[in-house]
């Protein structure tokens, strides 16, 4: 049953200004309308709004985020073809696409694992995520092998977290604040701020999983994964 509480009176007054926006004819009212409608499920979603949704509320937010992702992954697909069909660039879709599957993956993991195991399984998927996008882009063997370094070293640095949390947690620290200064300044601006997205803040939230995990472990050296 809907109940009117206080974010229902937040999203009342954004929804409201978004019509003030919308009379004057001013491109901002399309994003309050969205921010007006994903209040809830996003305050639900982050835990800060947890008193105002009981269990069958997390369930349907739970059931409809993940029809929507579903949707909205799929409907984009559908117009990168169209787009490519067409001639034209399908770069922004793409970037849609890996955002979405991108930030469901990494919630998971952080929700759903130890510190220790969600920070290498994190670094891990970025260090194979980039040696694949090499492959891929890589001009000829040479070029592959080079291009791939960078993602093989992301790969080991991650895998020394099992028995390393600690020493694992600085190199990926480095690594990040590297990858935030080196994407800061190259290419154009949606580059720069995929890059960040992809990489970077996925190696800064490995590097605290696995900070967190040596709190159990003051040396740097983690027990063995459990069986």
Not at 33 to 48: D, E, K, M, Q, S
Not at 53 to 58: F, S
Not at 138 to 158: A, E, M, N, T
Not at 193 to 202: A, D, G, H, Q, R
């Amino acid at each position: 049953m809907f109940r009117w509480d206080a974010i229902s009176w937040w999203a009342t007054g954004i929804f409201a200004l978004s019509l003030l926006c919308a009379a004057a004819v001013h491109s901002a009212f399309l994003y309050l309308i969205i921010g007006a409608y994903l209040l809830r499920p996003t305050l639900i979603a982050l835990g800060v709004a947890k008193r105002y949704a009981d269990e069958r509320q997390r369930q349907i937010q739970f059931r409809s985020g993940n029809l929507a992702l579903t949707v909205m992954i799929a409907a984009t697909a559908v117009f990168a073809v169209q787009a490519e069909l067409e001639g034209k660039p399908i770069d922004v879709f793409a970037a849609i696409i890996a955002l979405g599957i991108a930030t469901k993956a990494l919630v998971g993991l952080v929700m759903a694992a130890e510190p220790r195991l969600t920070g290498v399984r994190i670094a891990s998927s970025v260090g194979i995520l980039v040696v694949l996008f090499s492959a891929v882009e890589g001009g000829g063997i040479v070029g592959v092998i080079v291009q791939s370094v960078p993602g093989v070293v992301i790969l080991l640095i991650g895998l020394l977290g099992l028995r390393r949390p600690l020493i694992s947690a600085i190199l990926l620290t480095l690594l990040a604040a590297g990858c935030l200064v080196f994407f800061g300044i190259r290419g154009p601006i949606m580059t720069r701020i995929l890059m960040e997205l992809l990489v970077t803040l996925p190696l800064a939230i490995a590097a605290i999983s696995l900070y967190r995990s040596t709190r159990l472990a003051p040396d740097g050296i983690a027990a063995p994964l459990a069986n």
